[in-house]
């Protein structure tokens, strides 16, 4: 049952109520790689024709999905059980937010559990008392409304997130210019601007041009456009000559 | 327009399609405590009734929207703005995650806008050049489904679970300029360009302007930085006249 690497969680739905939200979880769920679905005694039978439209095609979870009569069964291979709830129980236990339990599930290589309640009504009190720990999402105090599906994908984005991808990246991005290709661009504007007159207050030509170095030089554009900068600055200055009159 | 807290991020939803998924969209933001919605050209007009039902009380939510005919009306008083899309797009922009955009959201004081595209198709590629970067929701590469209301609350539950965590600071900067101000000079350095015969292959008008916009929207130049920048391109095109011969 253990293993080097942390295995996802199992997404445990405790009578659930309506088939559609079967599937959307479902789908929260694939949205973030996972895909142990357990239910445990829904109410209207399994399968429900519901689910599969509400899917939006995550319908491997749906096929794969298992069924038990009660809580206990459905986690029994589970080494650690998050009960989610919004509401406060008369038990002593941690409660966690979804970053937290994230990375103490990612800190396991036993398998965790994820238990949510019936859409109208939540967890029982005896279901939480099979928990380890609660995980609450921090919603406003003055709307917690969080249906189903999403506390199923919060839960799961913050399993996913801590995966390991970078925070940023740029698309499409070769990386900036040289500094040599930004002396050409600012060369060439600083020329345009001198034959247009622009540096006619002498104690501010040193400032001027500073401040023009910066500010085509902190966007960090990549060679490819600065080379689409200099034809737009040469069609403008083009522009002077394509504009004289003839004769 | 600036203060010294940040202020909570506008939800823009560009021609929405379905009233349920506006109402869910505030549902999920009020969940997260945000409450600016602007709607940018409903498909199906505003007020719809479809949205109070699936708000599930978030009606605060629906009656403050704000309905706009495009995108730049949108967003005009917003300094920095994140398109959200799962897809590659052609163009070189910083491309976050949630959390990262809801850390650099928290660092300015201005208001930022969070872009989201119509359910079926998202963003057009020229909404997406409007923004000063990407926001990508990490989701899994083999099934990238996410709806319209769960990427809405992936990025209100970031937003919100920053709440509270201390500031960064940008040294000597003011904050980036107003969508508003970089529409005047895109608007400015475009016409220029019209004027001096840039745009003279047909097929390729539209990408050079969609390059034109990124271009001088991703370097995030302050307000001073922009009136600079329009001094500069006006002594260029001014230029022309100072230049051409008398007589």
Known sequence: MSGPS????A????RPQLGENIGKAARA?????????????PR??????????AASGADVVLANARVFDTVQEAIADCHYVYATTVRKRGLTKPVVMPEMAAGEMRARPE???LLFGPERSGLETDD?????AILTVPVNPDFGSLN??????LAAYEWSKQAGQPEMVIDNYEGPASQASIDGLVGQVDDALEAAGYYHVPARVASSKRTLRNLLTRPGWSEKEVRTLRGIVHALVEGRRGVRPRG
Not at 44 to 53: R, V
């Open 6 to 9: 942390p295995q996802p969680p």
């Open 11 to 14: 997404i445990v739905l405790v």
């Open 29 to 41: 769920m694939l949205n973030f790689g996972l895909v142990d679905m357990r239910l445990v005694a």
């Open 44 to 53: 209207d039978g399994w399968p429900n024709p519901d689910a599969g439209p």
């Open 111 to 113: 398998r965790s559990a």
């Open 128 to 132: 939480v008392a099979l928990a380890q």
């Open 148 to 153: 189903l599906a999403q506390a199923v994908i």
